[in-house]
């Protein structure tokens, strides 16, 4: 599984950087008008949820294009489909340090405009720019990224175990029409890739959903999601293993009423309504050296002699972390305490991500009854990414200003769980309202 890395996760993030272009190949240059997305205009309403039943179309799943083509996928990586085990296998795999066992029943996204275009590296210090589009591919793909299929499935980019989903193909450039030039295939020109993921389409492909895929995303569209994670969490900690570092003494074994008792479950329905475009990533797949500040170089190169993969990857930890620190510590605390005291028979509601709504990220966050919560941890966290939180659970923005309760906070990770080719970062341009 993926090593936890420190990015720091901000639509600026390399609008700031003052580097130059260094070794990083040729810039294939077409001379077309420079475009970046900090000259356009930030959103300022939510998305508009769709009215009426939705109608999804059927999916035709493409064939490798051959030499000098580029087939897309899409992946939620290996965790996608296994979860999140806890306890954790091996001290490498991410878990869950606050002893939640998390696996999902679906974990629903649409993928649409998924672009090639000429100059990555046209501003060094902006990763939004690029030249003029060649390609384009447009759907929108409703893709159900826990729906594992070995037979139509590919190899996924993360691993031996990650699957990918096939959803478009292109032998030549396509964009704008008229234009059927072939790609450069001479290892000097590599293309600007991007991709958006928007709000649930009544219209969309259905690329793998089954019956219960088709009703949530029916409710998708229905409340305007981008990205929704239907799952589980199973409590496998216990008072034994778990400690709160700062709390008051025995805090969760009795102040906060034994709950939850190791094995209890909650469900989850998370609904992020957080359209974002994905610009000009990096690429592990790129052997070149990356610009001062990046960790791969930008960029899809395509081949003579076969075809490459340019997989849109989406993150599932992003919405689960305890910083704006990319790859920070995971929690599940904060979601299941919304439904704290609220079971029968040990069953509970459905945790939404609405429950979270008016409740502050920080100094102190506060379960549904309105009682501080502790960082709980059931395994040591990584300290990689910062040190060790203890005390009353607060959430860290760092220098994100703007964002006025956990539901807001949630979404300003959500919305960065993008990627190229598994771990290639992108240019995050929100299309929600929402700080940069």
Not at 119 to 145: H, M, N, Q, Y
Not at 180 to 199: C, I, K, M, N, W
Not at 253 to 265: H, I, L, Q, V
Request: proline content about 8%.
């Amino acid at each position: 599984m993926r090593r936890q890395r420190i990015r720091i996760i901000t639509t600026l993030l390399a609008a700031t950087m003052a580097v130059g272009l260094g070794s990083c190949g040729s810039n294939n240059s077409s001379g077309g008008n420079v475009t970046c997305a900090s000259t356009a205009p930030s959103a300022t309403t939510w998305p508009t949820p769709s009215t009426g039943a939705i109608a999804l179309q059927p999916f035709t799943r493409p064939a490798d294009p051959g030499p000098g083509g580029v087939l897309f996928s899409v992946s939620g990586e290996v965790l996608a489909l296994d979860g999140y085990p806890f306890p954790p296998a091996s001290a490498d795999d991410t878990a869950f340090v606050d002893g939640w066992d998390v696996h999902f029943t679906r974990l629903l996204a649409t993928v649409n405009n998924v672009t090639l275009s000429n100059s990555p590296f046209i501003r060094p210090g902006d990763e939004s720019c690029t030249e003029s589009t060649v390609a384009k591919v447009t759907g929108p793909w409703a893709v159900d990224l826990a729906h594992s299929d070995p037979i139509n499935n590919i190899q996924g980019k993360g691993g031996p175990d990650e699957q990918a989903v096939p959803i478009a193909a292109l032998s030549r450039q396509n964009y704008p029409a008229g234009n059927t030039a072939a790609f450069d295939t001479s290892g000097a020109a590599p293309y600007a890739f991007g991709f958006d993921l928007v709000q649930a389409a009544p219209n969309a492909i259905s690329v793998n959903l089954d019956a219960a895929g088709v009703a949530d995303y029916q409710d998708m569209a229905t409340n305007g999601c981008v990205v929704l994670f239907v799952g589980t969490a199973t409590f496998k900690g216990s008072d034994a293993t778990c400690t709160a570092p700062g709390a008051p003494a025995t805090y969760y074994a009795t102040e906060y009423a034994n709950w939850p008792k190791t094995g209890e479950t909650v469900n989850f329905h998370l609904c992020f309504k957080t359209p974002t475009s994905y610009l000009n990533c990096q690429n592990p797949d790129n052997a070149g050296k990356a610009l001062s500040g990046e960790e791969s170089q930008r960029g899809v190169y395509f081949k003579k002699d076969q075809s490459v993969i340019a997989q849109v990857t989406v993150h599932t930890d992003h919405p689960f972390w305890d910083t704006v620190l990319h790859d920070g510590p995971l929690h599940f605390d904060q979601y299941a305490a919304a439904v704290a005291g609220k079971g029968q028979n040990g069953v509970y509601p459905t945790v939404t991500l609405e429950m979270t709504k008016g409740i502050p990220y920080a100094p102190a966050f506060k379960d549904g009854a309105g009682n501080s919560l502790y960082w709980r941890y059931c395994i040591e966290p990584p300290t990689d990414v910062h040190a060790k939180f203890t005390g009353p659970m607060a959430f860290d923005a760092q220098s994100v200003s703007g964002l006025s309760d956990y539901y807001d906070f949630a979404s300003y990770n959500a919305s960065t769980l993008g990627h190229l080719n598994s771990d290639g970062l992108c240019y995050v341009d929100r299309r929600y309202p929402s700080p940069n």
